[in-house]
Nanobody, 124 residues
Framework: QVQLVESGGGLVQPGGSLILSCAAS????????MGWYLHAPVKDRELVAA???????NYVDSVKGRFTISRDNAKNTVYLQMSSLKPEDTAVYYC??????????????????WGKGTLVTVSS
């Protein structure tokens, strides 16, 4: 019903930059929050940044001042601009949305969807 396609991951040197994007498609009625999570080896998945439909943002302390989350509501797309990257930022980054969608019969609210993840490797 709803698909998320992430792009923009890859290999970057310490201090470099990357921009991740995540486009949502399908039977979306409205998107509330959009966010990015990371999953690093031997760690649980954790929230990196999130943005509400009104544009309010929050970040994990470790990325404040280095990462910026934004969204294009017309394109149902969320971005994560990553700069001053560090080796400890290496992880698989997952897009997450909370939305309402149409299931063919009625509108369902409070739905959560995940992308398949994109790998970011920060290494020299």
């Amino acid at each position: 019903q709803v698909q998320l396609v992430e792009s923009g991951g890859g290999l970057v040197q310490p201090g470099g930059s990357l921009i991740l994007s995540c486009a949502a498609s399908g039977s979306i009625v409205s998107i509330n929050a959009m966010g990015w999570y990371l999953h690093a080896p031997v760690k649980d998945r954790e929230l990196v940044a999130a943005i509400t439909s009104g544009g309010s943002t929050n970040y994990v302390d470790s990325v404040k001042g280095r990462f910026t989350i934004s969204r294009d509501n017309a394109k149902n797309t969320v971005y994560l601009q990553m700069s001053s990257l560090k080796p400890e930022d290496t992880a698989v980054y997952y897009c997450n949305i909370q939305c309402s969608n149409y299931n063919g019969h009625r509108i369902e609210g409070g739905k959560t969807y995940w992308g398949k993840g994109t790998l970011v490797t920060v290494s020299s």
